[in-house]
């Protein structure tokens, strides 16, 4: 997978001011009459070569960064349509982003997915339009727990915790797959604190992303917890925000990791912490959490 080398060093503030001065500069001042060039939302496929090692397919992948014979016309929110000032044949590579920590201002391409190319024929007042795929690229790695096996790497803190995670698929539609962890908190049940079990030993230097899928009506704070011979450090990390019960719908977080991980001891190993206090607006609330997936390159 190919990114252009100036990517990492340009701000979404700067992209956007590109798009715009070559959309409305090129297009309607030069141009009064565009090709025009639709894309889609995205489609997350299966690669081959992992072999499933990517879990289920679940994914928020809203944006994109386009470029038209390698040159960047814009990042867009899919799907969208967009006039070009180019016509007859053109390349057209389409970058998949996020939104990172579930923040709208902080737009990325997602590392571990791959570009889609296309080889288009653009006509002056007439409309093409892509339907663009990614996938996971196949140097990708994966420590996933989807609450679909035997062996659930996620434990509930006996110390702490009052509330308990279940396993469940009665009460409400599972995301992916067919199970996910369900917790139902109340004036006795106020308290819910969970770790996973990865002890993973992660890179330093490079990306790292936690991916998680959760419907809640109570906000959930995550923290990456790095341990090593000095014991155990919490770094909280990102809030999964809470939904009104009438607008409560599933929900796809990514989760940026790589500062807190170059922050850690060197010899840390790393696992992830979530953490609920009952609402008090509420007499109950629900979470679900399904598909906790950490993804990095070796």
Known sequence: MEFPTFLPRMDFKNFVFVGLVLLLQGCVKNNPDPSWLYIDKWSLVANPELSGAEGELSHSLTEAWVYVNDQCVGVFELPVKIPLVKSGNVDIKVYPGVRVNGIAATKKIYPFCSVYSANLTLTQNQTVSISPLTKYVSNSQFI????EGANVMLENDPNTSMANFVLDNTDLQPFNGNTYAKVDLNSTDSIWVAYTTFGS???RG???????????TNRVVTSLLAISPSGLKKNPNIQLNKSTPETVKWKKMYIELRELIGASEASAYFDHGFEAWKESSLPNTEIRIDNIKVVYMP
């Open 206 to 216: 490079k990306e790292v992303y936690l991916e998680i899928d959760y419907y809640t």
């Open 201 to 203: 030993y992660l890179p």
């Open 144 to 147: 996933i727990e989807d609450f």
